[in-house]
């Protein structure tokens, strides 16, 4: 079955180290996302990519960046750690240009946590 | 702007009794709206769009435009409902915000044996 893949699941690291999250798809969908999970808070855009070559930042982008190395791939950065950015992270997918909806697909998340 | 709004953070029911999650949307145009559920430790995945007007597991929602509304709803809840519950909006397309979703804060809904 066509999927959304993370990597890693978990992860553990220290205040000021760079981190990097990858995201992998094989639904061949151009579009991909990146949101962080806060309780009380939901899920909180910080960037998106509609194909390749587009990228733009979501509500909270401050603090990360993106690569987009592929149409299935959307990589997560995070230059210099800091703890309030311990959270669950998901990447998603849609196709609304092929499907009409703006359903998306989402992976299973990296929990992230920052001492 | 679009903005999604769940008042409840927590939902606490017992097993066969009705539930209700609400979730009051702001758009100036033709909204898509969604429900995601969220089981403990799994992802996200879709439980209802507006737009096919189906019932899945037992809940139903229907889109109230004069309301501005998209309650979920269930007659009987059973206690594998429990979960995280997202509301979420897409705008139409050929807008600015096509393709992207706007999600509430989530209800968390728990129900008891």
């Known amino acids: 079955d066509a999927d959304v893949t993370q990597t890693p699941r978990n992860r553990i690291t220290k205040t000021g180290k760079r981190i990097m999250l990858e995201c992998s798809q094989t639904?061949?969908?151009?579009?991909m996302y990146w949101y962080r999970q806060d309780p009380g808070l939901g899920l909180q855009l910080i960037y998106y990519?509609?194909?390749?070559?587009?990228?733009n930042k979501g509500e909270i982008s401050d603090g990360y960046s993106v690569s987009r190395q592929a149409q299935a791939k959307f990589s997560l950065s995070l230059e210099s750690a800091i703890p309030n950015q311990t959270a669950l992270y998901f990447c998603?997918?849609?196709?609304?240009?092929?499907?009409?909806?703006?359903?998306?697909?989402f992976g299973p998340g990296t929990r992230l946590t920052v001492l | 702007a679009q903005r999604v709004t769940q008042p409840e953070k927590l939902l606490s029911v017992f097993k066969g009794a009705p539930v209700e999650l609400k979730c009051n949307y702001s758009y100036s145009g033709s909204p898509e709206l969604f429900w995601y559920v969220q089981y403990s430790r799994q992802r996200l995945q879709l439980l209802l769009r507006?737009?096919s007007r189906e019932s899945i597991k037992g809940f139903t929602a229907d889109l109230n435009k004069g309301e501005t509304s998209f309650h979920l709803k269930k007659p009987f809840a059973q206690e594998e409902d429990s979960a995280m519950y997202y509301c979420a909006l897409g705008g139409n397309a050929g807008g600015t915000s096509y393709g992207k979703l706007t999600f509430g804060q989530g209800t968390i809904l728990t129900v008891h044996p």
């Open positions: 998603a997918t849609s196709d609304p240009g092929t499907s009409g909806t703006n359903e998306q697909f």
């Open positions: 990519s509609f194909d390749v070559k587009d990228i």
């Open positions: 639904k061949g969908h151009d579009r």
């Open positions: 507006h737009i």
